[in-house]
């Protein structure tokens, strides 16, 4: 807010157009602003969408996903993991010079994950932990920060099979679960992932437990990249000018 130097807590206004114009029709809802603490206005589209915590053996592939506003800025943004056995934070990544792409997306993650655009160093905890989406900067989050909601946009808290932490949950709206990414019994394989995407932010009760699709729609999934490998083998035999020979070629996914 303009000229406003007092840090106060979160605020929120309902904005709703009219017009005395009985001639014309304004096609629109009411829409909710949330202020934060420090007078930016929390972003009313980006979520965090997805978030693959556990893989088997080395977790080589883990990543998180916002979704949101095609090309929208991440300027002044950033991304906040917190150890579920403190309950503070051990991470904290700062985003801005990004933007989500053409689609919607950004993704955070190990360097080998598709549609990769930072790489997360350090990797993500298996839970009962959370992440976490604030306006800030990575230097607000020191390492072993405590949990905090002011200037929160979205947070996820996850598990694998493991007990609450009610903690955490602060970070969630009222009555929001922890999520299990092992819900399927396949928490390995299957990341959490927003189904539709997209959602209220803070809210995790739209969840679900389904293969890995980062950068990619979660209602339809990342396509198959296959690499083809062509190979065959010829014996040696004798034919006669003008004869046909039969070749068989195996094109194999490499």
């Known amino acids: 807010i303009v000229d406003d130097v007092d840090s106060e807590g979160d605020e929120t206004i309902e904005l709703e157009l009219s017009t005395a114009d009985a001639g014309l029709t304004l096609d629109l809802t009411a829409q909710t602003i949330t202020i934060g603490a ?25 990543f998180i996903e916002l979704y949101g506003t095609p090309s929208e800025s991440l300027d002044g943004m950033v991304v906040v993991l917190y150890n579920g056995s403190n309950d503070l934070s ?13 689609d919607g997306f950004f993704v955070l993650g190990d360097a080998g994950v598709q549609n990769l655009d930072l790489e997360l160093v350090g990797g993500i905890q298996n839970g ?13 989050f020191p390492t072993g920060t405590a949990i905090t909601t002011s200037s929160l946009i979205d947070a996820l ?26 819900g399927n019994g396949a928490k390995d394989t299957e990341s959490n992932s927003r189904l539709p995407d997209g959602g209220t932010q803070r809210n995790t009760d739209t969840y679900v437990q389904q293969l890995p ?29 003008g004869d046909m020979v039969d070749v068989t070629v195996t094109i194999a996914d490499s």
Do not use: M
């Open 38 to 62: 420090s007078d930016q206005v929390i972003s009313s589209s980006i979520v965090i969408n997805e978030v693959d915590a556990d893989q088997i053996s080395g977790d080589d592939s883990e």
């Open 90 to 102: 051990y991470t904290a990544v700062d985003l801005d010079g990004f933007s989500l792409n053409a």
């Open 128 to 140: 009962a932990d959370a992440v976490a989406l604030y306006y800030g900067d990575d230097t607000d």
């Open 157 to 182: 808290v996850y598990d694998t099979g493991d007990a609450d932490d009610v903690a955490l949950l602060a970070l969630l709206n009222p009555g929001q679960p922890q999520v299990d990414e092992g």
């Open 213 to 241: 699709s980062p950068g990619c729609l979660n209602t339809i999934g990342c396509p198959v990249v296959l690499n083809p490998t062509a190979s065959f083998e010829l014996t040696s035999q004798s034919v006669s000018e």
